[in-house]
């Protein structure tokens, strides 16, 4: 038995995943820690084990590999498995995979790391590459997690998320441009990622294009609301939109709403159908076996750029073709062929990985689980004072803000209820224990 470390990065995508598979490991009699991404990189690991994430990295190639060197001195081995593996913009796996050269590099992974991956194309280009490294396709435990396999599992902590409210109409949006959180001089034409992928020019016709399907889908949410009066809609903004745009034109709507807080699996598993243009979340959709329709009201290339999750679901091109393709398709499951296949080519992750460290030889080495709280609490300690500095500091208190935003402290907090859930699911006790603020410990009972 060994000591899995499992880092989050953004609790709301990963938390409902991580918690399950931590579950699972533990019925293999591991003990697992889900934390902070940045925790013991910055007071020391305590101990060794497998380290099953991305954070390893910190940056884009050329990578900083000071943090996975002070993991090798403890004897972790790293199993790089990205949150964000595939679903990039683009139509075809070739651009696919230029986005993918800029996120890591495997050639500075030894024989005793993995690398995992969510699909075979992905695969198959870092296989190609100079890395000692094994290169496997493990699926993602994010998109399994939509499985209905799972439903009735989360169905009471998925109504918990979403206050209560089922068979909904979901509209997923993704207006970072022309409908950004920050509008001052960080807005994503300025200053973002994005600026070192996309030409300035590029950008500004992206901005039009963008700009021109948030009103579409203004008018769609409208007329929606009209014709289906006794139809719940939600409206789910992107975590980099501003969702108080949403609030302020729809406050004298009283059948739509607007849902910033949770996992956006809770509101897909209780949906009755979902709407969106270039969402990933149109996969996981699909996944859970819901109707998808993708709205994609323009013939303009930009529009069709999003790639992969604009080929799920149906395509419909005018507010009327939805309001006609809606009322007889709500609650009735919905498949087309899974183009995503490639990207996303396994759906049974956690068991994919469980065995995978079952079947790994290493030295046991029990963790020392006082010497874990120990760390944590310390993490705390040292945290508070830069926190406190970050917030005198205008430029970095709107850093820290963005990245505590991601984080979401509150979600991180729902970890023993998930694995509560993740309990029953899988028929063995599982003790949930908080090691701190940021650290939670998941261990037989």
């Known amino acids: 038995m060994t000591t899995i470390f499992l880092p989050i990065e953004i609790s709301r995508r990963e938390a409902v ?82 986005f993918l050269a800029k996120r890591m590099d495997p050639a500075v992974l030894g024989e005793q790391d993995k690398v995992l991956t969510w699909g075979e194309w992905q695969r198959e280009y870092l296989d190609a590459k100079s890395s000692k490294a094994e290169v496997l396709t493990s699926g993602t435990a994010n998109f399994e997690m939509l499985h209905p396999r799972y439903h009735e599992a989360l169905r009471a902590f998925d109504l918990a998320e979403t206050g209560n409210q089922e068979d909904f109409i979901l509209v997923n949006t993704r207006f970072t441009i022309s409908n950004a959180r920050d509008n001052g001089a960080s807005h994503f034409i300025h200053d973002s990622p994005v600026t070192k992928i996309f030409d300035r020019e590029t950008l500004f016709r992206k901005l039009a294009s963008d700009g021109m399907l948030f009103h579409a889908f203004i008018e769609l949410i409208a007329a929606l609301s009209f014709q289906l009066p006794s139809k719940q809609i939600v409206v789910r903004p992107h975590p980099g939109e501003n969702a108080e745009a949403y609030r302020r034109i729809f406050a004298p709507v009283s059948n739509v709403t607007v849902a910033s807080s949770g996992d956006a699996g809770s509101w897909i598993r209780s949906c009755s159908c979902l709407i969106h243009n270039g969402c990933s979340t149109a996969i996981q959709a699909e996944i859970a ?15 069709l750029i999003a790639g992969l999750p604009n080929r799920v679901g149906v395509t419909l091109r005018s507010v009327g073709d939805v309001l006609e393709f809606l009322p007889n398709r709500l609650g009735n499951s919905h498949r087309s062929t899974p183009q995503w296949q490639r990207t996303i080519s396994r759906l049974d992750t956690i068991d994919f990985v469980t065995d995978l460290v079952g079947r790994e030889s290493f030295e046991h080495r029990p963790l020392k689980r006082a010497e874990a709280r120990r760390l944590a609490l310390q993490y705390d300690t040292w945290e508070l004072p830069r926190k406190v500095a970050r917030l005198a500091l205008p430029a970095k208190r709107r850093t820290h803000r963005h990245t505590m935003g991601l984080f979401d402290h509150g979600f991180f907090g729902r970890l023993p209820d998930l694995g509560a859930c993740a309990a029953v699911y899988y028929g063995h006790p599982v003790h949930v224990q908080r090691l701190s603020s940021f650290c939670y410990l998941f261990t037989p009972r």
């Open 289 to 303: 076996e819901k109707p998808v329709v993708t709205f994609v009201p323009s013939e303009d290339k930009a529009e």
């Open 17 to 98: 995943a991580k918690a399950f598979l931590a579950s699972r490991l533990v019925g293999q009699g591991h003990d697992v820690l889900i934390f902070k991404s940045d925790i013991f990189d910055r007071v020391g690991w305590p101990g060794a084990g497998i380290y099953i994430g991305k954070n390893v990295f910190r940056a884009s190639p050329p990578h900083d590999l000071s943090f996975l060197k002070a993991m090798r001195r403890h004897g972790i081995k790293t199993w790089y498995l990205e949150e964000e593996g595939g679903i990039y913009q683009g139509n075809s796996e070739r651009e696919w995979c230029q």
